[in-house]
């Protein structure tokens, strides 16, 4: 199938360092996204990766293992305005129209 | 200079009734979707359109009918609403999949409530 498996909550302290994971399944594997979406809000974008490696953006990281079917999104610094859902989004060469296909989402809570 | 902007923000009808959520890009994609959210927050595709032609029809029940009038607008009609229609529908659009930057840009949402 095309499972994407991320831990549905995790909890942080402000100014600290997290990681959330995400897993997928590798075959036909042609991109991962992670968006970030506030409570009631819509998803934002936050980082695309299709080659291995770490691609950093400020506070931000993703880095992907193609023959792992692994990603994680590193968040530093941590403020209270992370607090949000974090969905990674897999693309697979062979769906229609390079759909993406989402986790559940990982609910971050920052803790003063 | 809204990107993707859908109405209404807020819909609540009964049971039976029909409506339309409409949805507009200015950002010159030329692919866009509709995905439906529900309350465990799973993200799911529903109907994809690449200029003007239906590209992606997932197993929607056919009371959702989407029309693209041209590439900036993507319409979604429901018939019949049901209880377990009552979701939050989000509309998005990026380049063409074949693109390397498919990056979505999704609307605000539709709650859709259905008492």
Request: some cysteine; overall charge positive; hydrophobic content about 30%.
């Amino acid at each position: 199938g095309q499972n994407i498996d991320q831990p549905t909550e995790m909890t942080a302290t402000e100014g600290a360092i997290v990681q959330i994971n995400c897993t997928y399944q590798t075959s036909g594997f042609n991109g991962l996204f992670w968006y970030q979406q506030h409570a009631g809000e819509a998803p934002t974008f936050l980082s695309y990766n299709v080659l291995d490696g770490l691609e950093e953006k400020g506070r931000f990281s993703s880095f992907l293992s193609r023959s792992k079917g692994y990603s994680y999104l590193l968040l530093k610094e941590l403020q209270m305005k992370d607090s949000a859902s974090y969905l990674c989004a897999v693309k697979w060469v062979r769906n229609q129209g390079g759909k993406l296909i989402f986790g559940q989402g990982t609910e971050l809570s920052v803790k003063p | 200079d809204t990107a993707v902007s859908q109405t209404p923000k807020y819909l609540v009808t009964q049971m039976g009734n029909d409506k339309s959520i409409k949805c507009e890009q200015n950002l010159g994609h030329d692919t866009m979707y509709w995905y439906k959210q529900d309350s465990k927050k799973f993200l799911k595709i529903m109907f994809s359109y690449n200029n003007k032609e239906l590209i992606i029809n997932e197993t929607v029940p056919n009371r959702f009918s989407p029309k693209s009038p041209d590439k900036a607008h993507l319409n979604l009609h429901i018939n019949s609403l049901e209880l377990g229609d009552s979701a939050v529908y989000f509309c998005a659009s990026s380049h063409y999949f074949r693109d390397r930057d498919q990056r979505y840009t999704f609307g605000s949402g539709t709650r859709l409530t259905v008492v």
